[in-house]
């Protein structure tokens, strides 16, 4: 994996970045917010994937830092938009294919009743990067529930973090009985950019838990705040970066789901029927870059 500090060097070349944002608010015309969101791409020749609701919009976008920083300008000129906190990190301007952008039910596939979870009317208290940062350094006690995918989680994740192993966000409720006995505990849920964790602690503050906070601003502005620290491993992303860091020192904690060397690479199971995603290292793959996530995968292609 490259890292920033090399394509900063790469001098004359144009610097990429990928941006990050959501926000829940209502939205009368989810398609037509679609569109005038999509000709600000094409006009700043941004690539990504754009999701709008009737809960709201969910964004990942990459261009020239140039580019970027005007759609930002005129994104959040909107008043509409103008509380979005946008999250930038380092790309090389190939992360995504081409700009996808769709409406749909939810701006994060929770299935999840209304009265489950609606950010809109009630979720957790947020937590900024600081205020965790001060938790670890008191040593209070609280447990991470990380509410990623288990393969997000396995290549890094919080210190004394639970993963509740789900695949998808809808597959919360089938790991309620991990979670469950950490009702009354004081429980802080984290996500990638903060988007899942809005419905999924709301979703525990319905099933009763009385203690739950959200991470402001997701995994991504704790490592843009403390590289390195507290947070092990790198940042998987939903791109063809696969995953990211911030610098800072780290140690590498994934690893290869076949023979257990430690790796960032991921995979998806070269068995069209599988397609599982999973962690494989170099010497695991075959001449191709191809792997299979287990011996079946491998002998029923
Ligand atoms: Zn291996
Ligand atoms: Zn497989």
Redesign the pocket.
Known sequence: MQTFEETRSDVGQKQYQVLLFYRYTHIENPQAVKTAVVSLCEKYELTGRVIVAEEGINATLEGTVENTERFVRDFLADPRWAEVQIKRSASFGNSFPKLVAKVRREIVGTGFAREEADPTVRTAPRISPEELRAWYEREEDFLVVDMRNTYEYASGHFKNAIDPGISASRHLPLAMRKLEPLKNRKVLTVCTGGVRCEKMSAYLLSKGFNNVYQLDGGIHSYMEKYPGKDFQGTLYTFDQRQTMHFGGEREIIGTCHLCGTTTERYAD???D????H?LACDTCRDEDDRA???E???QVL
């Not at 029927?273 to 599982?276: A, K, Q």
Request: positive net charge.
């Open positions: 199971c070269a068995n029927t599988c397609h599982l999973f299979f996530c287990s079946v995968c491998k």
